[in-house]
């Protein structure tokens, strides 16, 4: 019978507990929307955020006559922490025997963290409750073809829902198609050249992540052969994320795991398991200051 995952026939590590705080800095590092996202304090009962929807207005004034008497207008929404989590079982002489379980452990678990709520914000997993928001209802604007002038018709559109664009979220598909931009004279619309390296770091002057989390085949969810999502543009002083305790790290030996129809009991078994956990939420103030940007062909 085959031996379960994590084993010595796994390629793979060595263990070294004390991993916590070096996983936590590489998933708010590999996450798009939490590196563009203001991060704020989130209590373990959730956090009301307070949203400014509409500015107090100045008027001019004649000699002598009264000043004018004006009011911001406020909105609130509930942030709640929801939890994400993932579970990676190995045995114990793979832990033995195996010489690089501590590297694979700190860089695949972020990625695990990060993707799912890169996934989740950005439209391609559905939202853990109804106090966290997604993204995936912004506006679309095509960056095919004329890509230029599709992320400035991306700039117009935020600026027209009252924002002001200040980053982007860009998919690996997303960041092929930018370098693929070229001007008149076939040089490179958004890099220094092939010979500077292929980073796109900065568009229309905002800088720019990019996560595999941000794509998404279907943008519209009207089947295969649609456009597909390849970005967001947007104001992220208007987004917020926050985590209770940044992400816990606990190892057991003695737990029995349910991995679907598979029951595993790890002393049984010689085995023991790793969680990486996140309580974690994310708000946005208003959807319409956010673009999602596809494969539609711009004219």
Wanted: aromatic letters at 8%; glycine letters at 12%.
């Amino acid at each position: 019978m085959a031996g379960i995952d994590v084993n010595r026939t796994t390629s793979g590590v060595r263990l070294d507990p004390e991993v916590s705080a070096e996983i936590w800095e590489k998933t708010a590092y590999q996450s798009a929307a939490m590196q563009l996202a203001e991060q704020i304090p989130l209590p373990g009962s959730g956090v009301t955020v307070d949203i400014i929807t509409g500015n107090a207005t100045a008027a001019w004034v004649p000699e002598t006559n009264e000043k004018p008497v004006s009011r911001p207008t406020l909105s609130s929404k509930l942030m709640t922490p929801y939890t994400l989590a993932v579970i990676v079982p190995f045995s114990n002489q793979f832990r033995r025997d195996k010489a690089a379980l501590y590297s694979a452990l700190v860089r695949k678990l972020p990625e695990a963290l990060a993707l799912t709520f890169d996934r989740t914000v950005f439209g391609a997993t559905a939202a853990p409750g109804s106090n966290f928001d997604k993204l995936s209802g912004a506006a679309s604007v095509g960056i095919a073809g004329n890509t230029y002038k599709g992320l400035v018709a991306a700039d117009q559109a935020v600026a027209t829902g009252g924002g002001i664009l200040n980053g982007w979220a860009i998919a690996p598909q997303g960041r092929g198609l930018l370098l693929g931009a070229v001007d008149g004279f076939g040089r490179p619309l958004f890099t220094n050249g092939p010979n500077e390296g292929g980073n796109v770091t900065r568009l229309l002057g905002q800088p720019v992540q990019v996560s595999p989390g941000v794509y998404l085949a279907d943008a519209d969810g009207a089947g295969a052969g649609t456009d597909a999502q390849l970005g967001f543009a947007g104001d992220w002083s208007g987004a917020a994320w926050g985590s209770v305790e940044g992400v816990q790290i606990q190892i057991s030996d003695q737990a029995t795991l349910t991995d679907g129809a598979t029951t595993i009991n790890l002393f049984q078994r010689n085995m023991f398991a790793v969680r990486a956990e996140i309580e974690v939420g994310f708000r946005v103030r208003d959807i319409a200051q956010f673009v999602k940007l596809t494969s539609a062909k711009q004219a």
